[in-house]
């Protein structure tokens, strides 16, 4: 995935909380991400942490040659750094965390006009990079809870040394689309806030509104993938100029790697307990994708409207 090295970027979306404090706690009551979800890729952390003690991501740091992604806990680091810093596609060609916030600005930019070809507004949500630990409008959460969204403050919260662990600890194949994957399904959630989706999200079991509900999410983050390439900034040039059949298999290799089935089976001893799924099947959760990314129609993902999930 490439970005137009001209197009400006907007990093007023993205709120840089990183050595701040403000975390610790570990999870709030009401973080009950998308309904119920812990975002994407959270449950891999929390099933771990919550069922087999097991790692801490929030130890693993993911900066590479001196980016922002680098800064550790205690120091602090305000917006400005990151606003002088995240100017052009250019800019996010070679730095991890723009490359973050100009994801950001095209999943946004997309769903924008996505609602005003609706008759509808679209309302723009931040994403928060943090470390360790965030207090939300969901209450408190750590690193270990990967990244989510919290409806009660219409808002994403990353540790982006998540992504590293994602592949180091789960072996995912990783790089740029793999994270903008991630990102898209969060901001999946924020139009089924805005929709009002997101109070269908409840229950466990193969065929419950939680797994509807993150299914949706992955196919909502496959129209946004459909629309990358052509959805124009306020500058009038899309961001993103090209997004390859690799980039593709790497969100389907990680979307292989989030299903409850895989999660159980590699993670929970190797025993499947359908009644406890939350997000779907891997082969659930590549076909979801893959619906939103085919067809760009973010009227496909009707999950809810359907009685075969895949």
Known sequence: MRFDDDAGLDASEVQDMRGSGGGGGGIGGRVALGGGGLGVVGLIIYFVISQLGGISPGAVNLGSGGGLGSVGSGQQVDNSQLASTCKTGADANKNHDCAIVAIVNSVQDYWSQQFARSGSTYRKAPTNFFNGGVRTGCGSATSDTGPFYCPADSEVYIDLSFFNELKTRFGAQGGQFTEAYV???EY?????????TSKKGTGTGPTSGSVRLELQADCYAGVWGNH?????TDTGKPL???ITQDDIASALDTASRIGDDYI?????GGQVDSSQFTHGTSAQRKKWFTTGFQTGDP????????NNLG
Do not use: E
């Open 240 to 242: 993103i100029v090209d």
């Open 264 to 268: 159980q089976t590699k993670l929970g």
């Open 188 to 196: 999946g959630h924020h139009v089924q806030n805005l929709l009002g």
């Open 228 to 232: 990358a390439t052509t959805t124009p």
């Open 183 to 185: 990102l898209a399904h």
């Open 299 to 306: 009227a496909r993902c009707d999950t809810f409207g359907t």
